[in-house]
């Protein structure tokens, strides 16, 4: 019993000092980090980087003699239900440049953003668990002070969800970016698949400055929303002595 009631100690002492001084901090650290020249580049044009795969040479097909007997091959494949085996790319055994290399500029920022994601994770995580073993025993009556101790638990709860989100996005965008650097590989005469390259990296690029300006409001929203009603989530039910006064 005694280490339990260490446990929850060790929660309130951390959750309260979270509350009071991390929160603020972390906010106006964010601020500043959202002026810095790295996130605010206007033209997003810096942050493309080179494909490096070359255009082979053209192929040509001498399996087939003439014009007419191609489109009969072209037909019969159309009616075998097989037209999409006709069109097979190029094999690509192993790039030429060595590896193909991630967008550098993206990396660096998505490393910076990262951590501050799961810090705000943890961090709502520790307060949310102070808020629940503050909530006294169901009763009827005088349950105003549980209803803000509850919605509390439920605005952290959401702000984890959506830190967690911004996770699975990072994830997604490596994800697409890669299946379209594999379809450059495999059809390097396409330019459209080069452009949408450029074109995911700098939606990338918008969307992380908006997850660091979300991370900002969320630990100003929290701070605000604790701080104001700091009483209720610590004495959510006032005593009979306290109601006679």
Known sequence: ?????????????KAEDLVANFFPNKLLELDHFLKDPIINITELKEIHSEINLTVPDPILLSNLHDGLEAQNA??????????????????VFVMPGGMMKSNANLVDLIEKVKPEIRTLIEKCNTVKMWVQLLIPRIEDGNNFGVSIQEETVAELRTVEGEAAS??????????????????IAKYPHVEDYRRTVTEIDEKEYISL?????????QYVTL???????????????????????
Do not use: F, W
Request: hydrophobic letters at 30%; proline letters at 1%.
């Open 166 to 183: 911004y996770l699975d996005q990072i994830s997604r965008y490596y994800i697409t970016r890669a299946k379209l650097v594999s379809k």
């Open 209 to 217: 400055k908006i997850i660091v300006s979300e991370l900002r409001n």
């Open 74 to 91: 072209k037909k019969r494949k159309l009616e075998d239900g097989g037209g999409e085996d006709m069109v097979t790319g190029t094999k």
């Open 223 to 245: 701070h605000d929303m604790i701080l104001k009603n700091i009483e209720k989530i610590k004495r959510p039910r006032s005593s009979n002595a306290d109601a006679l006064y």
């Open 1 to 13: 019993m005694s280490s339990l009631l260490k446990v929850d100690n060790e929660i309130k002492t």
